[in-house]
């Protein structure tokens, strides 16, 4: 099974930002991500068996945390503006989303996961399969756009099923 720790966006959120993915979507070379697997990672664990599950899910049950609020602001590229690889959204937040984020991580570092980059809070937006300057023009474009604000009052552990067409993510439970 191949699993990670997310913050799902909601539908509003993920309503404002549908215009920007159809455009980023009408770019040759660029893999929009689809407005139903929007989410901010916490955390990815990559393969693991299925009988680890239940020890993951009992650690990440322990994680108390108030709800809180972030907004979505920006739009940028990793590694950077020449030779964009990811395109996000920029995640603003005080403190509360990278202490979660943290918590996570020493819960399951425990059961020997580990962090494959420092987190970062970002919606990842589209990838880019082949450069294309139009990429950079659109990221220019709503460099400082706005799309509004929400309240964080869950995390879950899901599952990426990948398929020819693209991922589908199930939750295998959600943390309130």
Not at 7 to 16: C, G, P, Q, T
Request: proline share 5%; net charge neutral.
């Amino acid at each position: 099974m191949r699993l990670f720790v997310a913050v799902d966006i909601d539908d509003l959120i993920r309503d404002r930002i549908k215009p920007l993915l159809a455009e980023l979507s009408g770019i040759n070379g660029i893999k929009a991500v689809e407005p139903e697997n929007l989410h901010i990672t916490l955390l990815f664990l990559g393969e693991v068996s299925p009988s680890r599950v239940s020890k993951i899910e009992e650690n990440l049950s322990e994680i108390d945390f108030e709800p809180f609020r972030i907004s979505f602001e920006g739009v940028g590229a990793f590694p950077n503006l020449n030779s964009p690889r990811v395109v996000w959204i920029g995640v603003r937040e005080g403190g509360e989303l990278t202490s979660l984020a943290n918590n996570v991580y020493e819960r399951l570092k425990k059961l020997g996961f580990r962090r494959d980059k420092e987190f970062r809070a970002h919606l990842t937006v589209g990838r880019v399969k082949r450069k294309n300057p139009e990429v950079s023009e659109v990221i220019k474009k709503h460099s400082s756009e706005s799309f509004g604000e929400m309240e964080v009052k869950s995390f879950s552990l899901k599952e990426s099923i990948l398929t020819p067409k693209g991922p589908i993510y199930r939750d295998l439970r959600v943390f309130e």
